[in-house]
Each structure stands twice: as structure tokens, then as C-alpha cells.
């Protein structure tokens, strides 16, 4: 598998742009008559353009994408439809493609209706920027940020066993109200495989359970949540499983750039919990830990306080000896032991804890907890909880 440097832009016949003016921008991903599925948030409170996108996606075919940042478009009744309608207009009209083949995404701050007097020339100006180059890609990615720092995008090349090569690419946002069934996130993935839409839904399924729904910021669980997979039809070619390897690739990569930029994050937390007996033992296990505020405050704090883990691990609802489980921190070269199935190494080692502390104090964390109960492990991503975050969330909206 080879790592692409365009962006969305990497698959050659897919166009976009972005553009913004101060909080709010408008991002355009546009390939006609593309196969496309998404997965949303299973927040019983969601978002206008949710209502649209699923009805025009119900057909299977897309051929636009519109994001606007700055504003949900959430709790806004039926003038949230109007408005979104309105934008999805905007472009089917300038594409000449009709308004059901448009889907919609927003992010931004909740219960407030949509400035069309300032989105509609936004929209208009990224509209007439769609190309396939490199800016258009950084242009596409930047304007649908929200409190994120960095723009987050992959793209890989890889090879079915027929030797038939094909290209997946992604670009999303994500920095706060992140929680482990996805949260305010919104990403957008574009492939020039062809594949039928329920192996396309299939796919995206399996791959957002292992990445996105993997990610945990804060824990609170977003109304706008969309990912949208789009499939260019151009390479045919019998489906195997290095694509769903490489659509993995992308998605657990776009998912690890939303846990290091989480909102005041200063470091990353690499969560396995392994010697499972099932795979969701696995995942409510590395979910626990990763989304445990004691947890995250230790990172933060670089404390190894052990403790803070294996009582996150306790109240998972996975059933496990407390008494056979292994506790380890450290980065990708070594790590230490700090429990050793059910024996605290550290009673006659203190200096261990030194060296966790070390390992702490890291950029990038990695924790690994083994239950000994069976074979089945899953990884959950994460950062610390800091200062920051309080400060960014206390003032969202003033």
C-alpha cells in the first residue's frame, strides 16, 4: 500500500474546493453519478442535513457534496430543511445535476438558524473553485474545520489480488463533542473502485466500528455525525479484501489525527485491550479506558496512576478476573509493566513507576491491558483532558 499526497484529490476525476469567510465556510466534493452510502449519528437529536442526505442517498447515487462549518443547522425546525434544501439547490443548479443527487452536511454551533446571507456567497465562491489539485484539496479540508487545529486528510494506493490497482481517499474534521458511536465529526471518502452499494455499506460499516467509533475526545456524542463514502465507478475489478484493508487504512488514520487534535489536547492515547473473550469484550474494554476522565487527567498530568485504568476497565460491563490482568504503558520501542497478571510489579520495583512516568510524559501514550481471558483484542484512540478544553467549550458560542 502506497500513501498518496493529493488529498481527496487523489482519486484524478473527483473535484473540490473550499472556501470561508471568518467562522464560516463551504466545502464541495463533486464526481457525477457516484455510488454512496454514510453512517450517521445515533443521536436521537440530529441535524437537518441528516433528514436530506439519507432521503437523497436513498437511491444510492450522489454526484455532490455540500459541508458548510459555522453553524449545525441543528434544532432548527423546518426552516433547517429550507435552508439545507437551499444550498443543495445552489449546487445542483451551478452543476446542472439534479437537487437529489446533492448531499448536505453541516457543523457548528446548535439552535441557530443558517445565515444564508453569508453562506450563500460562500457557497457561490468555493462552487466556482472546484478543481483537482492540490489546493483544492487543502481548500476542501480547511473550510469545514470548526475548533480543529490542523486539517486531516489520507490517501492510499493500493493493489487487488488481481493486480488491479485503486485508490481510496478521505478528508474529515473532528476536535471536540467526540464520542465513541463517532462524534462532531464529518468525513468524506472517495474511491474509483466500483462496487455495488451494499458491499460499499458494508464496508464503511466495518471500518468505521474499528476507527471512528474508536475515538473518544470528551464523550459527548454529536447531532451532526456523517460519514459518506462516494465511489467514482471507474476501475472494475472483482472485489476483495484489500479493499476494505486499505478503506481501514484511511479511515483509522483520519480517526487517530481527530484524538491528537482534540479540543486543548497536548497528548495522544493509544488504547489495547487484548486476551479478550470476545471482540466486544475487546472494544467496551478499550472504550472504558480511553473515555475515563481520571484516565485522561493522568495522561494529562503524566501520572501512572494504574489504579484510574484498571477501575475503567471494572465498570466496562465486561465480566474478567481482576486477579489474571496484565497492565502495561509505554510508546511503540518498550513499555513497562506495572501489573503482571494480578501481581503489582511495582511493590518491589518502584523505579518501574519512574519509568512509566517517563513514558507519560510522552506526546504519544500507548496503554495495553491483557485480561487473559482470550484471543480477541481492539484499540481505542484518545487524548488528555487539559485546562484548554474547559476554556475552548466555556466560550463556544460567546
Not at 498530568?301 to 474478567?320: E, H, K, L, Q
Not at 486477579?323 to 520501542?333: A, L, Q
Not at 491483557?370 to 484548554?388: F, S
Request: hydrophobic share 35%; proline share 2%; with cysteine.
Amino acid at each position: 500500500m502506497k500513501e498518496l499526497n493529493n488529498g481527496i484529490c487523489s482519486i484524478e476525476s473527483v473535484q473540490a474546493s473550499g472556501y470561508r469567510e471568518g467562522k464560516y465556510g463551504v466545502s464541495i466534493i463533486y464526481h457525477e453519478n457516484s455510488t454512496c452510502v454514510g453512517v450517521y449519528t445515533t443521536n436521537k437529536v440530529y441535524a437537518a442535513p441528516i433528514d436530506i442526505t439519507r432521503k437523497h442517498l436513498e437511491n444510492g447515487k450522489i454526484s455532490a457534496i455540500i459541508v458548510n462549518s459555522g453553524n449545525a443547522n441543528c434544532y432548527t425546525k423546518e426552516d433547517g430543511i429550507v435552508k439545507g434544501l437551499e444550498l443543495a439547490q445552489l449546487t445542483a443548479d451551478t452543476l446542472s445535476i439534479p437537487v437529489e443527487d446533492v448531499a448536505v452536511a453541516s457543523t457548528g454551533v446548535i439552535g441557530r438558524q443558517m445565515p444564508m446571507d453569508i453562506l450563500k456567497p460562500v457557497a457561490e465562491k468555493s462552487l466556482s473553485m472546484l478543481d483537482n489539485n492540490r489546493q483544492s484539496a487543502d481548500d476542501a479540508a480547511n473550510a469545514i474545520l470548526t475548533t480543529d487545529t490542523v486539517k486531516k486528510e489520507c490517501a492510499v494506493e493500493h493493489t487487488l489480488n488481481d493486480g488491479t490497482v485503486f485508490r481510496v481517499a478521505g478528508m474529515c474534521k473532528g476536535s471536540g463533542m467526540i464520542a465513541p458511536n463517532m462524534g462532531t465529526m464529518l468525513g468524506f471518502i472517495t474511491t474509483d473502485l466500483k462496487l455495488p452499494q451494499d458491499k460499499l455499506q458494508e464496508a464503511l460499516n466495518k471500518s468505521i466500528r474499528k476507527s471512528f467509533n474508536m475515538v473518544v475526545v470528551d464523550g459527548d456524542e454529536s447531532t451532526n455525525d456523517t460519514v459518506l463514502l462516494m465511489s467514482t465507478n471507474e476501475i472494475e475489478a472483482e472485489y476483495d479484501a484489500n479493499f476494505q484493508e486499505a478503506l481501514d487504512y484511511v479511515t483509522t488514520s483520519l480517526a487517530k489525527q481527530i484524538a491528537r487534535d482534540g479540543e486543548g489536547a497536548d497528548k495522544f492515547m493509544e488504547v489495547t485491550a487484548e486476551g479478550c473473550r470476545t471482540q466486544n469484550d475487546a472494544i467496551l474494554v478499550s472504550k472504558s479506558i480511553v473515555s475515563s476522565s481520571l484516565v485522561k487527567t493522568a495522561l494529562a498530568g503524566a501520572d501512572p496512576n494504574w489504579g484510574r485504568i484498571i477501575s475503567a476497565m471494572g465498570y466496562s460491563g465486561v465480566d474478567f478476573n481482576p486477579d489474571k490482568v496484565s497492565i502495561s504503558i509505554g510508546n511503540r520501542d518498550a513499555e513497562v509493566k506495572i501489573v503482571d497478571n494480578g501481581n503489582v510489579t511495582t511493590y518491589e520495583h518502584p523505579e518501574l513507576l519512574e519509568k512509566a512516568e517517563k513514558f507519560m510524559k510522552e506526546k504519544t501514550v500507548l496503554i495495553n491491558v491483557d485480561l487473559h481471558e482470550g484471543t480477541q483484542a481492539a484499540t481505542a484512540y484518545g487524548c488528555d483532558l487539559t485546562c484548554e478544553y474547559v476554556h475552548i467549550n466555556a466560550d463556544y458560542t460567546t
